[in-house]
Structures are given as structure tokens and as C-alpha cells.
């Protein structure tokens, strides 16, 4: 079983900047790729960002590019999202996923919250 248990989520004013951390522990094993996702109240989850662990390539929703950066560090089983200039409209509950392979269903942490007011 594998745990993720994200950190790094608060209150912030609009323009300014969060970085979320979410580290992986137990049973890790291989990791295909890790992201996030973000739920916003009354919403349904969306994709934000990911990486594949391996080559490290990155994807992202199009609201955010340019804005977020995602990274990860191997060795520590973190991945870590940079939230840049943030808005009104980015907050929601911020989640970790992890997928074992391509097409895999993803597993997911507890969620964070990330406020920012106008």
C-alpha cells in the first residue's frame, strides 16, 4: 500500500505563490508518473499537471501554463507543484495521484486546500 500525503497548501492573496509538496511512502515500488488534480466546491475534478518519472516529461491543463510548474525528486518520491501569480479561480482542494502504469487507474492522497482571495 502506498501513501501519499501532500503539504504546502494555505491562504494566499491573488498574484502571489504556493508551492505543494506530496511525498510517496510504503510499498512505492515502480512509478509510471505523478500529478495533480484540483476539485473546486460544486465542481468535478480536473486534471492540473503531471510528470513521468522516468523522463521526466510534464503536461498541463491549459488555465495554468505559464503559471505552475511541475517537478519531482526521484530519490525523496515527491513531486512538488510551484502555483505562481495565482488567482480567485484557483482555489479548490488540491490532490496527489500516482499511477503504477500508463492508462492505470491513479491512487490518490487526502487532498490539501489552496484559498486565495481577490
Not at 66 to 78: L, Y
Not at 101 to 111: D, H, K
Request: hydrophobic fraction near 35%; aromatic fraction near 12%; glycine fraction near 14%.
Amino acid at each position: 500500500q502506498v501513501q501519499l500525503v501532500e503539504s504546502g497548501g494555505g491562504l494566499v492573496q491573488a498574484g502571489g505563490s504556493l508551492r505543494l509538496s506530496c511525498a510517496a511512502s510504503g510499498r512505492t515500488g515502480s512509478t509510471y508518473d505523478m500529478g495533480w488534480f484540483r476539485q473546486a466546491p460544486g465542481e468535478v475534478r480536473e486534471f492540473v499537471a503531471a510528470i513521468t518519472w522516468s523522463g521526466g516529461s510534464t503536461r498541463y491543463t491549459d488555465s495554468v501554463k505559464g503559471r505552475f510548474t511541475i517537478s519531482k525528486d526521484n530519490a525523496k518520491n515527491t513531486v512538488y507543484l510551484q502555483m505562481n501569480n495565482l488567482r480567485p479561480g484557483d482555489t479548490a482542494v488540491y490532490y496527489c495521484a500516482r499511477r503504477v502504469t500508463f492508462g492505470a487507474a491513479w491512487n490518490w492522497g487526502q487532498g490539501i486546500q489552496v484559498t486565495v482571495s481577490s
